[in-house]
């Protein structure tokens, strides 16, 4: 969602210097080649790397397609979207706080922003921890009304995607932060261990243990991002901090 606004920021910016071009002098052009250069900047990495996040969920099942079922690639499909409702959450989340804590950075310094995202981390995770185990508990009881008899065994993945989305959920402070810092490149670097640890390991556990094994690489990817996200933000952090 982040990464789509900012690439629309830039088509936007270049359409309209197109059709003022004509009217603006030579110095009003360049101003808006580097609006268009710091939006592009700002937002590749995110972009490359909500690709390498498309890769190491929804191509990773298209892979997989040839080592399981039909039924069992239905049923992990089924489960981490029903548990995958969470997302609406964390995009309301980061819509919500990235601003904030932009302009905070922006007033206030880096200080500030570190302080501000161990608050977000210590506050939200108890609540998202409640919200986590509720939804996990209604969809793996509702799994096979919502989705039939034919699904029911696959219910038991609803509790290793909850495991998912928890783990998403944590790397949320952190991934406004580096935001908020410009730090972007972060994401691709992030989701492309997600991308290698879901697809090598993915593969081994799925050959060996079909759609149990999928889902415990799934989750352990996303572990893995989230332990990248938060060390990269506190690391980030030092540096600004010894750079003052």
Same mark, same amino acid.
Request: aromatic letters at 16%; glycine letters at 6%.
């Given at each position: 969602?982040?990464?789509?606004?900012?690439?629309?920021?830039?088509?936007?910016? %270049?359409?309209?210097? %197109?059709?003022?071009?004509?009217?603006?002098?030579?110095?009003?052009?360049?101003?808006?080649?580097?609006?268009?250069?710091?939006?592009?900047?700002?937002?590749?990495?995110?972009?490359?790397?909500?690709?390498?996040?498309?890769?190491?969920?929804?191509?990773?099942?298209?892979?997989?397609?040839?080592?399981?079922?039909?039924?069992?690639? #239905?049923?992990?499909?089924?489960?981490?979207?029903?548990?995958?409702?969470?997302?609406?959450?964390?995009?309301?989340?980061?819509?919500?706080?990235?601003?904030?804590?932009?302009?905070?950075?922006?007033?206030?310094?880096?200080?500030?922003?570190?302080?501000?995202?161990?608050?977000?981390?210590?506050?939200?995770?108890?609540?998202?921890?409640?919200?986590?185990?509720?939804?996990?508990?209604?969809?793996?009881?509702?799994?096979?009304?919502? %989705?039939?008899?034919?699904?029911?065994?696959?219910?038991?993945?609803?509790?290793?995607? #909850?495991?998912?989305?928890?783990?998403?959920?944590?790397?949320?402070?952190?991934?406004? #932060?580096?935001?908020?810092?410009?730090?972007?490149?972060?994401?691709?670097?992030?989701?492309?261990?997600?991308?290698?640890?879901?697809?090598?390991? #993915?593969?081994?556990?799925?050959?060996?243990?079909?759609?149990?094994?999928?889902?415990?690489?799934?989750?352990?990817?996303?572990?893995?991002?989230?332990?990248?996200?938060?060390?990269?933000?506190?690391?980030?952090?030092?540096?600004?901090?010894?750079?003052?």
């Amino acid at each position: 969602v982040l990464s789509s606004s900012y690439l629309l920021g830039i088509f936007a910016t %270049f359409l309209f210097e %197109f059709i003022k071009h004509s009217k603006k002098e030579e110095h009003s052009y360049l101003n808006k080649k580097k609006v268009i250069n710091k939006h592009w900047k700002f937002a590749k990495w995110t972009v490359v790397g909500n690709l390498l996040y498309w890769a190491c969920t929804q191509g990773f099942f298209i892979l997989i397609a040839n080592y399981i079922s039909d039924k069992e690639l #239905g049923g992990l499909r089924t489960a981490m979207n029903l548990l995958g409702l969470i997302t609406i959450l964390l995009v309301l989340f980061e819509n919500t706080f990235t601003p904030k804590i932009s302009k905070l950075y922006k007033d206030e310094g880096v200080d500030s922003v570190n302080r501000y995202i161990h608050s977000l981390h210590s506050k939200i995770t108890p609540i998202y921890l409640i919200i986590i185990i509720v939804v996990t508990i209604i969809s793996y009881f509702s799994f096979d009304i919502v %989705f039939g008899k034919n699904f029911e065994q696959y219910k038991y993945l609803t509790m290793i995607f #909850g495991v998912y989305q928890l783990a998403l959920g944590l790397n949320r402070p952190s991934v406004v #932060g580096l935001r908020a810092l410009n730090k972007t490149k972060h994401f691709f670097t992030g989701n492309f261990i997600g991308t290698v640890v879901t697809i090598f390991i #993915g593969l081994f556990l799925t050959i060996k243990f079909h759609e149990l094994g999928s889902a415990v690489a799934i989750a352990f990817s996303g572990i893995c991002i989230t332990v990248y996200f938060r060390r990269s933000f506190n690391k980030e952090i030092s540096k600004a901090s010894l750079s003052k």
